[in-house]
């Protein structure tokens, strides 16, 4: 079966790093995406690795080790703001979208 | 880029009457869109793909005689809660995508209360 695996929920502190790890068991691999949910809203998309490594955008960045099946969402200098649900998400072979349950962050001033 | 619209944002209606949600791509053309449903404080769920001039596929235990789904065009897709009862009582999200390869873009989802 497909399967995607993340923490259910973490803590941390304001202006602090967190690291936010996926595992996945997918047939097939077209990618895996990160969205940002807030509560009471819809998914906004936040990156996409499709290449083993580490792509950056301004404070948050995403690792891809496809041998492994493992990725992971990096948060630096947090905000309050930061406090929402993430969704880690992969795209098999018939490039659908097979959905973690999200990692509810929440960060503490 | 890649904007997509959602209507209405909340809706309330009576149960056993039928409610229309619509999702459009503003500035791209989705020849697939997706549509979820999530109750507080769970997963996303998926609930059919609509293709632009087909059928939509529904996944398992989706009634499709009650969510009705029509993809018009390939920027306009509607989910037609049909006889709602409060059970149905959600969040409705759409979303679409440029292409297999491409990031789903979220509507900013609908909230159903039936009474």
């Known amino acids: 079966g497909q399967n995607i695996d993340q923490p259910t929920e973490m803590t941390a502190t304001e202006g602090a790093i967190v690291q936010i790890n996926c595992t996945y068991q997918t047939s097939g691999f077209n990618g895996l995406f990160w969205y940002q949910q807030h509560a009471g809203e819809a998914p906004t998309f936040l990156s996409y690795n499709v290449l083993d490594g580490l792509e950056e955008k301004g404070r948050f960045s995403s690792f891809l080790s496809r041998s492994k099946g493992y990725s992971y969402l990096l948060l630096k200098e947090l905000q309050m703001k930061d406090s929402a649900s993430y969704l880690c998400?992969?795209?098999?072979?018939?490039?659908?979208?097979?959905w973690g349950a999200g990692t509810k962050l929440i960060i503490k001033p | 880029g890649a904007v997509v619209s959602q209507h209405p944002s909340w809706v309330i209606c009576k149960s056993g009457t039928s409610v229309k949600i619509e999702c459009r791509s503003l500035d791209f053309q989705a020849t697939t869109m997706f549509w979820y449903r999530q109750f507080p404080k769970q997963s996303l769920m998926l609930m059919a793909t609509s293709n632009e001039g087909s059928k939509a596929t529904y996944e398992q235990g989706v009634e499709k005689d009650k969510f009705l789904i029509n993809h018009a065009s390939l920027t306009l897709s509607t989910l037609t809660v049909t006889s709602a009862h409060p059970e149905d009582s959600s969040f409705y999200i759409c979303s679409a995508r440029r292409g297999e390869v491409s990031p789903l873009h979220f509507g900013n989802g609908t909230r159903l209360t039936v009474t």
């Open positions: 998400a992969v795209s098999d072979s018939n490039y659908q979208l097979i």
